[in-house]
């Protein structure tokens, strides 16, 4: 994940930026992650690492999905 | 596909991996072999939709390199998560009514990993008005079960995906309040509109609300639905819950449901779905009985799962 994408993740879950998938499980996560984030502000290291995990085990999605976000 | 108890008795016994749904009086006449299933009378085919208890949908899941099955409580269903292959599908199958149910619809949204590993499956149910037993089915145990979950672990060769996804007929309209409740809840009494709490059943009523309409919340870009079992005087109940923090809209009437999975199915860059398991109350309020819904065949279910339990979906998984 480069620099780019990490902090475009982080303007998403904080709803700076405004990013939808066409990965159903990735829209599910991003929404998890950004109430988790709304209840608990700081909590965005543990939702980053959950991101992490989902690309590492989501390579093919995460691929797709990691350059429409660094593109935005 | 649709075929006969002969027909599936001797895919069983070829050794072939399969998904299998039916009445129960079929379910339990097959023999142990490599297979899942769960009771349903009606069916997508490619003929449109049908209910009968004379035949089987069967589904070769030829795509997986391995293959195990297990089944779970209302106490241990999470540990699919743990249990599951690394690059793999959990096909999940369980019973309508049961407290597995209620504790996945509950708490799978919550689950670490859950979202890690592609789940997908379907509530196994009973011709409507009938008596008829509910039953889901460990082919290779030869166990079945009213009261647990059957699972099929499939292990993908390393240069494949599994991907689940849904198609969802129903959308809202943004200008209508938003509807929010304080607890993940299958019963509801109090919701707050638009921030002012009120007795949802007193508001459905108070404004006509077409309750054959789901609940719907964006989750991303992807809508999913809550669907109303019974609405009550001061009470309403769901088929799936609502969740603390979620906002939820009723979704805009559906003037025709074929037309409208038609265009969505249209859209979708979906290569080829394996099988699909379409709501009971798509059949039912959208008189799909005789109709056709281009490729995405399967049972008809008592409530779907894409990861989380949803409800008046069509939730499919194709392989890529």
């Known amino acids: 994940m480069t620099e780019k994408v990490r902090d475009n993740i982080k ?17 599910m996560l ?43 | 596909m649709l075929i006969s108890l002969e027909e599936t008795v001797k895919l069983i016994k070829s050794g072939s991996i399969l998904h299998i749904a039916g009445d129960n009086s079929l ?9 899942i299933g769960g009771t349903t009378p009606y069916f997508i085919t490619d003929e449109g ?25 209302k106490y241990n269903v999470f540990q699919i998560v743990e249990e599951c ?24 949204p919550e689950v670490e990993e ?10 196994a149910g009973a011709e409507l008005g009938t008596d008829d037993e509910i039953r889901v089915y460990d082919g290779v145990s030869g166990e079945s079960y009213n009261d647990r979950a059957v699972v099929m672990y499939l292990r993908l060769p390393d240069n494949k995906t599994a991907l689940v996804n849904m198609i969802n007929i129903f959308q809202d309209d943004k200008t209508d309040p938003v509807i929010t409740f304080s607890d993940n809840e299958l019963s509801v009494t109090k919701c707050r509109v638009n921030g002012q709490e009120v007795n949802f059943a007193e508001y459905i009523k ?24 019974t609405a009550g005087e001061d009470t309403i109940d769901l088929y799936a819950p609502v969740f603390k923090g979620v906002e939820y809209r009723f979704a805009r009437p559906v003037d ?65």
Not at chain 2, 65 to 73: K, N, Q, W
């Open chain 2, 206 to 229: 108070r404004k006509k609300i077409d309750t054959r309409m789901p609940l719907v919340a964006d989750y991303n870009g992807s809508y999913i639905n809550t669907s109303i079992k």
């Open chain 1, 30 to 72: 991003i929404t998890k992650l950004k109430r988790k984030i709304q209840s608990d502000p700081g909590s965005m290291d543990q939702c980053m690492k959950e991101i992490a995990e989902f690309s590492e085990k989501s390579p093919i999605i995460a691929k797709v999905d990691f350059a429409n976000i660094a593109a935005l």
């Open chain 1, 11 to 27: 303007k998403i879950l904080l709803g700076q930026l405004e990013y939808r998938s066409s990965n159903l499980a990735l829209n």
């Open chain 2, 85 to 108: 292959f690394e690059n793999g599908l959990t096909l999940l199958i369980m019973p309508y009514g049961s407290k597995v149910v209620e504790k996945y619809a509950k708490e799978s």
């Open chain 2, 256 to 320: 025709d449901y074929v037309t409208e999975f038609a265009e969505r199915i249209g859209s979708l860059r979906a290569d080829a779905p394996v099988v699909s398991f379409n709501c009971i109350l798509n059949y039912l309020y959208g008189g799909l009985e005789g109709r056709k819904i281009d490729t995405y065949c399967g049972p008809v279910s008592f409530g779907e799962v894409a990861y989380q339990l949803i409800n008046q979906t069509l939730v499919y998984f194709e392989i890529s």
């Open chain 2, 27 to 35: 379910l339990e006449k097959l023999p142990k072999g490599n297979w």
């Open chain 2, 114 to 123: 859950l979202l890690m590993h592609p789940t997908v499956g379907w509530i």
């Open chain 2, 49 to 73: 939709g049908v209910m009968t208890k004379d035949k089987l949908f069967v589904t070769e899941l030829d795509f997986a390199e391995e293959m195990r099955t297990a089944s779970y409580g």
